[in-house]
């Protein structure tokens, strides 16, 4: 079968890859439908991870089931499904507690399982034709047959559950404000949560235009923090000393992206952008080592974090991967009651052999590369 592989920094290819089969009593083998590439595609394409070449990507899948397992019960061969990013078990303790994404059964035990990731264990990624689901009745969300809502669906493998796993971790309230770091596809997904969950202004922070006008189209109000000080820019409309959330959804590659020679940036930035006894929610990815980066420190992941400061504020934070599957049935929900249409940041629909040019473009954050999807059967 076809599937995108990882070559070595900055190269993926298009190429013939071992059939994904059913290995497990309780696997299902899904044919992709949609499959998306992921800001966490890029750490491992642009080569500061440990990815050896020869990995198929893809964590944000669809598609149809094509056959499942004698130990599969709740999913059958024609189903709709989508498959949240975390593989997990569901019967370890993290996993009933709804932790999925810290799973102790699967590789690595407690640190998350994922499709086409490093560290995360053996499953191969689904930008290929075909996927293996293990504990296919717990990883498999069903959706309604067809193909209405394509576009939406797909972003509950990942983005739309991690945006509102967010503003859970920062605890947003009806009425609170909001500030969201990173105007990429997580950050406009806790943005949209952050509105649906009913905050009363959310104040969204990048420097790309386009992505900081699709802040806007939803309600949110646009910060260029290539302009100024956002903190600042955030406090002067706010008429306060801070906003009551924050999120963080850019992560230690900030420092490439805000040219600034310490990586913890957005961090120590949402401390002072966020009122004394508020809380922060932290979605963006911080690697635990990082072989490419500029210091010896941050390549050990020790990243200069002012926490005097958030002490004196008297803050709470909350991080991780999020748990996808808990919030991906309840999402799945809204899309079909047209209460949810978070495919208003899908911008390109591409056959998969596109891969190789949307990845270059996507991790150049080229104008209008917001979110890609690939689908393996145009
Ligand atoms: P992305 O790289 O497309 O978006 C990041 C955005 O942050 C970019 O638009 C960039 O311009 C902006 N940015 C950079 N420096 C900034 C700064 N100093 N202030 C404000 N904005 C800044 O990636 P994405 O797909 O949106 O993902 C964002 C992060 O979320 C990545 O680190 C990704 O790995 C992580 N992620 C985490 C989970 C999870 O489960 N926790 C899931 C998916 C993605
Ligand atoms: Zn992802």
Partial sequence: MKAVVYQGPYEVAVQDVQDARIEDPTDALVRITTTAICGSDLHMYEGRTDAEPGITFGHENMGI??????????????????????????FCDNCRAGKSAFCLTVNPPGAGGAYGYVGMGPYPGGQAEYLRVPFADYNCVPLPEGSEHEQDFALLADIFPTGYHATELAGVRPGDTVAVYGAGPVGLMATYSALLRGASRVFTVDRHKDRLDLAGQIGAEPIDFSVGDP????????????VDRGIDAVGY??????????????????????????SIGVVGLYLPSDPGAPNEHAAKGEL???????????????????DAKQYAHFLRDLIIAGRAEPGFVVSQELPLAEAPDAYSRFDKRE?????VLLQPGR
Avoid: H
């Avoid at 709740?74 to 498959?83: A, F, I, L, N």
């Avoid at 903190?231 to 801070?242: F, H, M, V």
């Avoid at 590659?253 to 508020?278: C, D, F, H, I, K």
């Fill in 65 to 90: 089931v094509e056959d499942v397992g004698p130990g599969v019960t709740s999913v059958r061969k024609g189903d709709r499904v989508v498959m949240p990013f975390n593989v997990a078990c569901g």
């Fill in 231 to 242: 903190a600042q820019q955030i406090a002067d409309e706010l008429r306060a000393p801070g």
């Fill in 253 to 278: 590659q900030a420092t490439a992206e805000g040219g600034e020679e310490q990586p913890a940036l957005v961090l120590n930035q949402l401390v002072e952008t966020v009122r004394s006894t508020g």
């Fill in 304 to 322: 200069l974090f002012k926490v005097g400061r958030y002490f004196e504020k008297g803050q709470t934070m909350g991080t991780g991967q999020a």
């Fill in 367 to 371: 104008r209008g590369y917001t979110k």
